[in-house]
Structure formats: structure tokens, C-alpha cells
């Protein structure tokens, strides 16, 4: 009798199933891997020149705000001390005219549309 029916298992031919690789699709496939690798390589780089682009940026704007944050900690010193900084009173004095002045401009001829056609 025969070993390999007595052991219920399958025998197994020699050699592989299937179509088997020729040199021209080995080289089209490795050329096809270092194509993709170099693409991916050069989405790679453009990746990390946005991040640092934005990085740059974000670094920028903080030290924006640190400086107008030191401002407002010079004025606030200020107002402790008893003194109103300029630039505040040019602020409040800006607010101040804006508002007589639309004032001025919305009560001036009540009931008659504007250019708009609205009427205050």
C-alpha cells in the first residue's frame, strides 16, 4: 500500500501552480516599485514643505499676539498708575465721533428713504 493514502493526506505534485513570473514582468515590476517609491518620496517633501510653511506661519502670528498682549499689559500698568495711554484716548475719542456721527446721519431727515430704500 501507499504511504500517502494510508495518512489520508494530499499528495503533493513537484513544482508551482499558476503562471510563473518572466525576467520582463520582474524588471516592469521593480521599475513600477522605485517609480511609486520615488513619488511617494516626492509627496513626502512636498507634505513636510507645507507643515513647515504652516508652522512658520502659526510661529508668526504667536509672536504677533505676544506683542500686542505685552501692549496691553504696558497699558493696563498704566491705567493702574493713574494714567490713560494714548492710544487709548485716541481710541475712545475715534468710538466717540463715530457715533455723534452716525447719530447725526440716522436722525437728520426721519422718514425719508435712503439710498437703500430704508427709512429710520
Known amino acids: ?30 521599475e513600477r516599485s522605485r517609480q511609486s517609491a520615488r513619488e511617494c518620496r516626492a509627496r513626502k517633501k512636498l507634505r513636510y514643505q507645507y507643515l513647515e510653511e504652516l508652522v512658520s506661519s502659526r510661529e ?7 506683542e500686542e498682549l ?12 493713574g494714567k490713560i495711554p494714548s492710544e487709548i484716548k485716541a481710541l475712545l475719542t475715534g468710538e466717540e465721533q463715530n457715533k455723534s456721527q452716525q447719530n447725526s446721519t440716522r436722525h437728520s431727515k426721519p422718514g425719508k428713504p435712503d439710498a437703500n430704500g430704508n427709512s429710520w
Open 1 to 30: 500500500m501507499d504511504d500517502s493514502k494510508m495518512g489520508g493526506g494530499k499528495v503533493k505534485k513537484p513544482g508551482k501552480r499558476g503562471r510563473k513570473p518572466a525576467k520582463i514582468d520582474l524588471k516592469a515590476k521593480l
Open 60 to 66: 508668526r502670528a504667536i509672536c504677533a499676539l505676544r
Open 70 to 81: 505685552e501692549m496691553y499689559k504696558q497699558w493696563c500698568m498704566a491705567m493702574d498708575q
